[in-house]
């Protein structure tokens, strides 16, 4: 079956600091990935996306990169932490449906990350 | 610019009632558009399915539609539950291609109370 998995679930940082979460997926291959942030009361904010190994686009210039090194596993990262970098981070990859007009995203459980 | 517009921002019902949540959007054209459920903490739960060609869809007590003609979707809540209580998200994806970005709406926060 098809799952997919982000850590960790959540995380608390000093400004200034880097940052590491990982998101792998299973049950499928060369899928389309997507890293989100979700601020307080706001709506989901595209961040990078990626079609295959070594292939990112950023969708907003930020503080933060993202990586593809495998095939199932998108990293996103930060060398130092903002206090705006705080937020819920989401990971998801497009499934594919019955038809191409059922496509859709699968989201994964999240990373609520606390800069301090 | 592609845009979803949801309506209204936070409600607030009693256990037992019924409610309606809307959303407008400027995406076209579109493949699909998808009423998600996003409990506190955690990722967004697909709810429901309706392609440009469907107008009505339902999964249990949550019946969706949509009217492409005047580029809204509603998503009715029958017999709340304390469940219910949720971030209801209404998300527009594009024509199949390319990096395949949605469109997502701001949500709404609905709060069921006993």
């Known amino acids: 079956s098809q799952t997919i998995h982000q850590w960790p679930a959540t995380l608390v940082q000093p400004v200034g600091s880097p940052l590491s979460l990982e998101c792998t997926v299973e049950?499928?291959?060369?899928?389309?990935l997507y890293w989100y942030r979700q601020a307080a009361g706001r709506g989901l904010q595209l961040l990078f996306y990626?079609?295959?190994?070594?292939?990112i686009s950023s969708e907003v210039p930020q503080n933060l990169s993202a990586s593809r090194p495998q095939d199932r596993q998108f990293i996103l990262s930060s060398k130092k932490l903002l206090l705006s970098d705080s937020g819920f981070y989401l990971c998801?990859?497009?499934?594919?449906?019955?038809?191409?007009?059922?496509?859709?995203?699968?989201f994964g459980p999240g990373t609520r990350l606390t800069v301090l | 610019k592609n845009q979803v517009e949801q309506s209204p921002q936070s409600l607030i019902i009693l256990e037992g009632k019924n409610c309606t949540l809307q959303?407008?959007?400027?995406?076209?054209?579109?493949?699909?558009l998808r009423w998600y459920k996003q409990d506190t903490g955690r990722g967004p739960v697909s709810l429901t399915i309706?392609?440009?060609?469907?107008n009505t869809k339902s999964n249990g007590r949550y019946t969706a539609t949509l009217d492409a003609d005047t580029k809204q979707s509603s998503l009715h809540i029958t017999a709340s539950q304390l469940s219910d209580s949720a971030s209801y998200i209404c998300?527009?994806?594009?024509?199949?291609?390319?990096?395949?970005?949605?469109?997502f709406g701001r949500g709404t926060s609905l709060i069921v109370h006993p």
């Open positions: 998801a990859w497009r499934v594919y449906g019955a038809s191409r007009h059922t496509d859709t995203q699968y």
């Open positions: 049950g499928t291959s060369n899928p389309n």
């Open positions: 990626s079609v295959g190994i070594g292939q």
């Open positions: 959303c407008n959007y400027t995406v076209s054209p579109f493949s699909n």
């Open positions: 309706m392609t440009f060609s469907e």
């Open positions: 998300v527009v994806f594009p024509v199949p291609g390319g990096s395949y970005i949605p469109t």
